[in-house]
């Protein structure tokens, strides 16, 4: 579970979540006295604490959500999630600013599309909707990819009920699910396979799920199919305020990117760049 305690002391913290007990947390301040030191530096010198744990408690102590070392709720490809001081981390917040600047408050809404599958699009759909929930934004990931869905193994959310269910008119108990660790930060899964995934996505009910988020969330990012093999993420797209085009190194045919956005382009989708993930 992660630690909770905004504003509290780091030692309280520690004991909290159960990195030291009293007596510890006793003998730590003892010696921090004596040396002149910090909390958490002299308990990693007594050797009663990680780095990794004291990390995440000054995480709490900021309110800053991420995930402990040891934690399996969410997938380890959630890299902003466990090691939010990373330089990948870091280059997410740079994508969040871009983002955020052309965007129209109250919310953004953003298409993520690729030409083929393995291209990194939910890794980075994933992963970017973790860092605009550490920023305090409230944040919804929509899996529109029908075909092959992935979105619900990242953030171990469920496939019962999704996107599928309810844009098929059908009753779905729990469409949205909140992730563990990251308060304000919601998952609507795909949903079982349907057998007209295209058909769903452009009719009347999408708009209407858009419409629906427009008014709850600050961030609506969107999962879609690959692009070189179907039409609905261009489809998405169009209902988006802005679409990122996602491309792998060493893997991503650059024709293909290039074909991408002239469609794109030629439907008037707004784009506001191409991600190059490793």
Avoid at 136 to 152: I, M, Q, T
Avoid at 167 to 181: F, G, I
Avoid at 197 to 216: H, K, N
């Amino acid at each position: 579970h992660s630690i909770v305690g905004r504003g509290e002391k780091l030692g309280d913290l520690l004991v909290q979540h159960g990195v030291l007990n009293s007596e510890q947390a006793s003998q730590v301040l003892a010696y921090q006295e004596r040396n002149g030191l910090l909390f958490g530096d002299s308990a990693k010198r007594l050797g009663l604490a990680t780095e990794a744990e004291l990390k995440q408690a000054l995480a709490a102590q900021f309110g800053f959500p991420c995930v402990p070392a040891g934690d399996r709720t969410l997938s380890r490809e959630l890299v902003a999630a466990y090691h939010p001081d990373s330089s990948y981390a870091e280059h997410l917040r740079q994508l969040r600013a871009d983002l955020l600047s052309v965007a129209t408050p109250p919310c953004v809404v953003v298409a993520v599309m690729s030409p083929r599958h393995h291209d990194g699009r939910t890794h980075l759909v994933g992963n970017l909707a973790v860092v605009f929930a550490q920023s305090g934004r409230r944040v919804l990931v929509v899996d529109a990819d029908l075909r092959r869905p992935r979105v619900h193994d990242l953030f171990k959310t469920g496939n019962e009920c999704g996107v599928s269910v309810l844009l098929s008119a059908r009753k779905c108990d729990k469409p949205v699910r909140e992730v563990t660790h990251f308060p304000g930060l919601d998952v609507m899964s795909a949903g079982p396979k349907p057998p007209n995934p295209q058909e769903l996505i452009s009719g009347e009910g999408m708009l209407t799920l858009l419409r629906s988020a427009r008014g709850r969330y600050d961030v609506v990012l969107i999962d879609t199919p690959p692009a070189a093999r179907y039409a609905d993420g261009e489809i998405v797209a169009q209902m988006a305020d802005t679409t990122l085009i996602v491309a792998r190194k060493h893997k991503t045919q650059h024709r293909r990117l290039l074909d991408l956005a002239a469609r794109l382009k030629k439907k008037n989708v707004a784009v506001t760049g191409c991600v190059l993930v490793s």
